[in-house]
């Protein structure tokens, strides 16, 4: 049986007010997700939706033993942030990706592609942005056929 995945993609910067109720909607997708039979769960780690839904996961892990966490990172930089959280749950993977070797403009868009290329679902929490790296990973998801399943915020 092979093996269902589920990444997310979401902005960085959500406000206070929207903070709890993302929380609980990602929640929802993610233990929707499993029950769905998805075992095998991408975070990208960047701040806001990626670390929100990596926690998430993280806790849902204690319930389902079977579940793995992979952190794909964009470039190895990134893995010397000095945000705690960051590394707490980092600590919580089952396996991490450096997507990329070097820093680039184009190292999250990459990161971003190889999240959407390992999954069936993609989980969105988007704010009707025209432009950015969420709208691209949905539109790229859409385009590879992927299920996308929108938080709107």
């Known amino acids: 049986m092979e093996t269902k995945t589920c990444c997310v993609t979401g902005h960085r910067d959500i406000s206070k007010e929207h903070l709890d109720y993302v929380e609980q909607e990602l929640r929802r997708e993610v233990r929707a997700a499993i029950e769905d039979g998805f075992t095998r ?7 806001g939706t990626d670390l929100m839904f990596a926690a998430i996961v993280s806790e849902e892990k204690a319930r389902h033993p079977g579940l793995f966490l992979e952190g794909a990172i964009p470039y190895p ?10 590394h707490e749950l980092l600590d919580c993977c089952d396996g991490v ?4 070797r070097t820093y680039s403009k184009s190292c999250f868009l990459q990161r971003n592609r190889y999240m959407v290329a390992e999954s069936q679902r993609v989980i969105a929490v988007y704010d009707g942005r025209e432009r950015g790296g969420t709208l691209f990973t949905m539109r790229d998801a859409h385009a590879a056929g992927r299920e996308v399943r929108v938080i709107r915020i």
Request: charged letters at 30%.
């Open 41 to 47: 769960f991408i975070s990208g780690f960047s701040e």
């Open 77 to 86: 930089g990134r893995l010397k942030t000095k945000d705690q959280r960051f």
């Open 97 to 100: 990706n450096v997507v990329c």
